[in-house]
C-alpha cells in the first residue's frame, strides 16, 4: 500500500514535492470530498454490522443502528459470547477447525511449490517450456472442475469428512499459482549468485536450501499470505468436502446460520464480525506483502 | 473436541513438513547414486515430481474424469450420451443462471475497472497520507470473505413492512425519501435483485483493481504527461490519450482477473438467495446439482459449460505469458 511518493505528511499536495506532480494535478476541495464520499461507502456496511453487533438485547431487529449514535453507551458483548459458544456450529468452534484447515492448507504447497520453481528457473531438462505453460493454463482453471471426481476419490480412500481433504484438495488448487509466482520470483534473482555457488561445488540441494529459499522470502511470504486469505475466506471447499457438522469452518457456519430464519441479526452480524477478525489482523498487518503477491500474478 | 482438532493439524504441518523435507531429502540421495551424467539429467524430476504429482492427481485427473462424467448418468456408472448437455440447454432455469451470468460478467468486470481506476487517479491527487489512508479504506474488504461480504449487504438490504422503523440502511434511505421499504432481493424487476448481489462483489474487488492501476499510473513516464501539457492537452486529454493507454496492460490483466472469478461467482448468490427469484448463476448452479439433486451427471455438464467459457481466456493467459517470456 505504501507509494513510494511517502516523503512527509502533510499538506504535500501543495508543496513542491516533484514525484506528486507527475499526477494530473492537485487536489482541490471537490476530488477530496469525492475521496471523503468514496471511503464512507466503502467504510459505512462494515461499520453498520460492527455497531449492530454490540447492540443489547433485539434492539438490532427494532430499528436502524445509526440510532445508536443517540445512547452509545448502550453496548453489550452479549452477541459474541452467544455466537461464539452457542448454537449447533458456534463460532469458537468453527474458528478452530478454519485453523485447523488454513495452516497445513497453507504451509504443505508451499514447500512443494518452491523445489518445482527451482526446477522450472534453474535447471534444465526436456519439456520445460511445455509443463510450464499448463502450469501457466491450469491457473484459471475453476476449482469446480475438480470437485466431484475429488470426493468421490476421497470417499474410496476412506478420508469423506476429514481435514485431509481439504488440505489436499488446496494443495492442489494452490500449486499452479505457488509454482508460477515463486518461479517469477526466482527468475528475477541475480544469475551471478548461482553460477559462483556452482562453481564452489554446491550441490543443487544446497544452493536451494542456502541460498535461494532463503533469498525468496518475499515471495514466499506474499504466496502464503493469499493462500492463508484463500483457504479461511473459502466456502465452496469447505463446504463440499467438510460440510455443516462439527468440522464446520467459519464461512460454512456462517452461511448456516445466515440460513437459519431465527436468527435475530445481533447475533449474525457478531458471527459476521468474528469470522472476518483474523483475516483482518492478517491483512492489515501484512499488507505490502500481499499486494506483492497480487501483482506478482494472482489471477486466481 | 476443539483442541484435538487443533493438535490434529498441528500434527499435519509437522508431519506435513518434514514429510515433504524427508521425501525431497531421500530423493536427493537417491538421485545421487546414479553416476554423473545421469544424475544432471534425473534431478529436475526429482524436485518436480512432487508438486507434478500434486497438480495431476488433484486437479487434472479430476478435470478429465470431470469430462468423462458429464456424459455419464447421475451417479456415473452409465453412459448417456450428451443427454446431460441437452437437459441443461432445455432447462429454463438454467438458460436463465446462463443469462445471470452473461449480466455479472457484462457489468462487474468493467464497473470494478473504472472505478479502480476513478479511486487511483483520484487518490494519487491528494496528501501522501491522505492517500494511504483512503487506499486502505477501499482495500480492507478485499480481506473479508464473500460469506462475510454476503451478510454486511443482507443487512444493508434488510426489510421490514412499512409503517415499522427500518433496519435496513437502503429501505431506510427509500422510506425517508418517502418510497415504500421493498424486500429487495426479491425484486425482479429488469433484474434489480441480481444487481444488488453484483454490488456486493463489487465492493470487495475495486480494492485490488485500485492498488494494481494506481501502480501502473504512477509507473507512467513524467515526460509523456509533461509533453501533453506542453502542446496545450487539458486534463481529461491527458488522462485518456496518455495515461489510460500506457497503463492498459495493468487495466487487462484487472479486468481478465475479476472476470475469472465473475464467471465462477458462488459464494455471493449461494449465501444471499441461494439463486431463488431468479438469481441464480452457473456456480451456483453447479452446487444444487451436486447436492439438492444428487446428479453428478448435471453437475459435471454444468462445470464444462463453465469450463469452455474460460477456456479462450486461458489461450490468451498463455499467449500472454510466451509474450513475457519472449522479452524477459
Known amino acids: 500500500m505504501s507509494t513510494a511518493t511517502a516523503t512527509k505528511p502533510g499538506k504535500a499536495a501543495k508543496a513542491p514535492a516533484p514525484i506528486k506532480e507527475k499526477g494530473l494535478g492537485k487536489a482541490n476541495w471537490v476530488i477530496e470530498t469525492a475521496v471523503l464520499f468514496l471511503c464512507l461507502m466503502w467504510l459505512i456496511p462494515t461499520i453498520g454490522l460492527f455497531i449492530t453487533s454490540i447492540r443489547p438485547g433485539d434492539d438490532a431487529d427494532k430499528n436502524g443502528w445509526w440510532t445508536w449514535f443517540a445512547n452509545p453507551l448502550r453496548i453489550t458483548m452479549e452477541n459474541y459470547s452467544k455466537a461464539l459458544f452457542d448454537g449447533s456450529t458456534p463460532m469458537g468452534m468453527a474458528f478452530v477447525n478454519s485453523v485447523a484447515v488454513a495452516v497445513p492448507a497453507t504451509i504443505i504447497p508451499i514447500m512443494i511449490a518452491a523445489f518445482a520453481a527451482y526446477a522450472f528457473t534453474f535447471m534444465d531438462f526436456p519439456g520445460k517450456d511445455i509443463m510450464f505453460i499448463i502450469i501457466v493454463g491450469l491457473l484459471v482453471v475453476p476449482n469446480q472442475v475438480a470437485l466431484v471426481p475429488l470426493s468421490v476419490m476421497f470417499m474410496k480412500l476412506g478420508l469423506q469428512g476429514q481435514f485431509a481433504t481439504v488440505w489436499l484438495a488446496h494443495a492442489g488448487f494452490g500449486m499452479p499459482l505457488a509454482v508460477y509466482i515463486l518461479r517469477n520470483y526466482m527468475a528475477s534473482l541475480p544469475r551471478a549468485v548461482i553460477e559462483s555457488a556452482k562453481i564452489d561445488g554446491a550441490s543443487h540441494f544446497q544452493t536451494f536450501w542456502k541460498l535461494i529459499v532463503p533469498m525468496s522470502v518475499p515471495a514466499l511470504a506474499s504466496f502464503a499470505i493469499f493462500q492463508f486469505l484463500w483457504v479461511w475466506n473459502d466456502l465452496l471447499v469447505a463446504l463440499v468436502f467438510l460440510g455443516g457438522g462439527d468440522k464446520s469452518v467459519m464461512t460454512v457456519a456462517m452461511a448456516g446460520l445466515l440460513g437459519d430464519r431465527g436468527q435475530g441479526w445481533q447475533i449474525l452480524t457478531a458471527g459476521a464480525f468474528l469470522t472476518m477478525l483474523l483475516p483482518l489482523i492478517v491483512f492489515l498487518s501484512l499488507q505490502r506483502f500481499f499486494i506483492r503477491g497480487m501483482t506478482a500474478g494472482a489471477v486466481k | ?328
Do not use: C, H
Not at chain 2, 479486468?255 to 448463476?281: H, R
Open chain 2, 1 to 328: 473436541m476443539g483442541a484435538l482438532n487443533v493438535l490434529y493439524a498441528l500434527l499435519a504441518v509437522v508431519v506435513g513438513v518434514l514429510g515433504a523435507l524427508a521425501l525431497y531429502w531421500i530423493l536427493n540421495k537417491l538421485v545421487e547414486m546414479l553416476p554423473a551424467k545421469q544424475e544432471e539429467a534425473v534431478k529436475p524430476f526429482a524436485f518436480l515430481l512432487p508438486a507434478l504429482a500434486v497438480i495431476t492427481v488433484f486437479l487434472v485427473y479430476p478435470a478429465i474424469m470431470t469430462i468423462i462424467n458429464s456424459l455419464r448418468s447421475d451417479d456415473s456408472t452409465e453412459w448417456v450420451g450428451a443427454k446431460n448437455f441437452v437437459r441443461i440447454f432445455t432447462n429454463a432455469p438454467f438458460l436463465s443462471a446462463l443469462v445471470n451470468n452473461l449480466l455479472w460478467i457484462i457489468i462487474v468486470p468493467a464497473t470494478v475497472v473504472a472505478l479502480g481506476l476513478l479511486v487511483a487517479v483520484l487518490a494519487d491527487r491528494l496528501s501522501p497520507t491522505k492517500e494511504k489512508v483512503a487506499k486502505s479504506v477501499i482495500f480492507m474488504p478485499m480481506a473479508i470473505s464473500m460469506v462475510g461480504a454476503s451478510t454486511i449487504w443482507k443487512f444493508i438490504y434488510a426489510y421490514k413492512p412499512a409503517g415499522t422503523d427500518q433496519i435496513g440502511l437502503l429501505n431506510a434511505i427509500v422510506v425517508g425519501f418517502g418510497g415504500q421499504p421493498q424486500t429487495w432481493l426479491q425484486y425482479q424487476t429488469l433484474k434489480f435483485n441480481t444487481l444488488l448481489l453484483m454490488i456486493v462483489y463489487i465492493w470487495t474487488q475495486v480494492g485490488y483493481s485500485m492498488v494494481l492501476l494506481s501502480a501502473a499510473i504512477k509507473g507512467v513516464p513524467e515526460e509523456t504527461v509533461e509533453a501533453g501539457r506542453i502542446d496545450g492537452a487539458s486534463e481529461v486529454a491527458i488522462f485518456f490519450r496518455i495515461i489510460v493507454p500506457q497503463a492498459w496492460p495493468t487495466v487487462i490483466t484487472v479486468f481478465i482477473t475479476v472476470l475469472i472469478g465473475v464467471m465462477k461467482v458462488f459464494d455471493i448468490v449461494y449465501v444471499m438467495t441461494n439463486g431463488n427469484y431468479d438469481t441464480d448463476v452457473i456456480g451456483n448452479a453447479f452446487f444444487n446439482a451436486l447436492y439438492s439433486e444428487a446428479d453428478a451427471g448435471k453437475a459435471s455438464a454444468i462445470v464444462l459449460v463453465l469450463m469452455v467459457a474460460i477456456l479462450p481466456i486461458m489461450v490468451y493467459q498463455v499467449r500472454q505469458f510466451r509474450a513475457q517470456e519472449a522479452n524477459r
